[in-house]
């Protein structure tokens, strides 16, 4: 069956940085796209970046020049390099991949941005 596993997570001080893995099986990770999400405690789930099955990225406004996506097809992995991380950041973040009517889900890896 299809598996998503994010790793990763942890608790880091602000200005910080994190890379999170998502690490696919069962499925052909090639021609998905793939999206990251974050759920921060009391609010709704937020797409944070996206890299489409070609390679073409997009960011929250709230992310831009500090997130950065990627994916090493070969090794159906995909990535989101956190850099100069906020306390706003912190928030359990989910790898998502979709294609048409098909989507997936991952278990989620927590980020916690604190001093």
């Known amino acids: 069956q299809v598996q998503l596993v994010e790793s990763g997570g942890d608790l880091v001080q602000p200005g910080r940085s994190l890379r999170l893995s998502c690490a696919a099986s069962?499925?052909?990770?090639?021609?998905?796209?793939m999206g990251w999400y974050r759920q921060a405690p009391g609010k709704q789930r937020e797409l944070v970046a996206s890299?489409?099955?070609?390679?073409?990225?997009s960011y929250a406004e709230s992310v831009k020049g500090r997130f950065t996506i990627s994916r090493d097809n070969a090794k159906s992995t995909g990535f989101l390099q956190m850099n100069s991380l906020k306390p706003e950041d912190t928030a359990v973040y989910y790898c998502?991949?979709?294609?048409?009517?098909?989507?997936?889900w991952g278990q989620g890896t927590r980020v916690t941005v604190s001093s």
């Open positions: 998502n991949l979709k294609r048409g009517v098909f989507e997936y």
């Open positions: 069962g499925i052909s990770f090639t021609i998905y796209h």
């Open positions: 890299i489409t099955s070609g390679g073409s990225t």
